[in-house]
């Protein structure tokens, strides 16, 4: 007779373990040769079993007709649910390598398959399966109580990405400011796999970075003092300036990126002591330091 844990009184643990963390120990603890058939054959003795039966199946199977076109969704959700469970895995430590099990080319072996990468694709644009700069809490329940645990790991619905020449300047100073940049930056091919999938991730445009720092009233503050944190850097500052006309937009009214002799941040167009004076050396830096 099978009891059950409140009939004897007894309480689950609630162990578990992630099925790519069991897989990876198998690997492991089982290298090429017989080990794992003699450890079957142990697993048999230790249950009782009279009888063992291993078969080596050399036969090559069909695939490029599947019974039935509607399988591809079934392999679809297992393939997305794989790269889920991957993210605490190889995720964690790994992003770059994580990021190489995503499916980004068509399969030409099979007509029932060859549309399966856009359906994993569109199944992970709302799982939390892109790493982002920014450190998020999330709640998870353990052993019957909330606990509330810290991740980078979101959506690719949050997610912003740079161009590859502005990545390294800017991920920094943006993540400061908690907004969800990719770090490490999302490979070409999956985003070009998201926009196949009609599912394309959002850019960081110089035209975000002028509507998250626009103002309209005067600063005239220590840059240690500045309101949002990508501010408070002098090296920030002069790079967010670069992107914010990186598309050729020349009105900086309102963008608090003025650095002042004195190393004061002031807004343009809105500076107490109009006009502002940009020096183009270290000497009059110097020279005007007092009359910024």
Known sequence: MVYTNSQIGGKSFYQSEPLIARLRGIIRDYPEGVGILKELIQNADDAKATRVEIILDWRTHKFKNLPDNRIRHVVAHAYANLITDLVEDIGKYQPQKFYEFFP?????????????????IRLLYERNVIQSAVEHSEIKLENGEQVIHSTKWVAPT??????????????????????????????????????????????????????HLKMNQSLG??????????????????????????????????????ILA???????????????????????????????
Request: glycine share 2%; proline share 7%; net charge neutral.
């Open 104 to 120: 980004t080319i068509k399969i030409t072996t099979s007509k029932a398959l060859e549309e399966l990468h856009i359906f994993v």
């Open 158 to 211: 949050k997610i912003k990405v740079l161009p590859k020449s502005w990545h390294r300047k800017l991920v920094v100073p943006l993540s400061a400011d908690e907004i969800d940049i990719s770090e490490p930056r999302i490979p070409d091919k999956i985003l070009s796999a998201f926009v196949e999938a009609s599912y394309k991730i959002a850019e960081f445009k110089p035209v975000d970075l002028r509507n």
């Open 221 to 258: 503050l220590p840059l240690k003092n500045a309101p949002k944190a990508s501010l408070k850097n002098r090296q920030w500052v002069i790079d967010m300036l670069g992107y914010c006309v990186e598309d050729n937009y020349q009105d900086l009214q309102g963008l608090p990126l003025a």
């Open 262 to 292: 004195n190393n004061y941040l002031e807004v343009f167009g809105y500076s107490s002591r109009n006009p502002i004076f940009i020096h183009t050396s270290e000497i009059q830096r110097e020279i005007f330091a007092d009359y910024p």
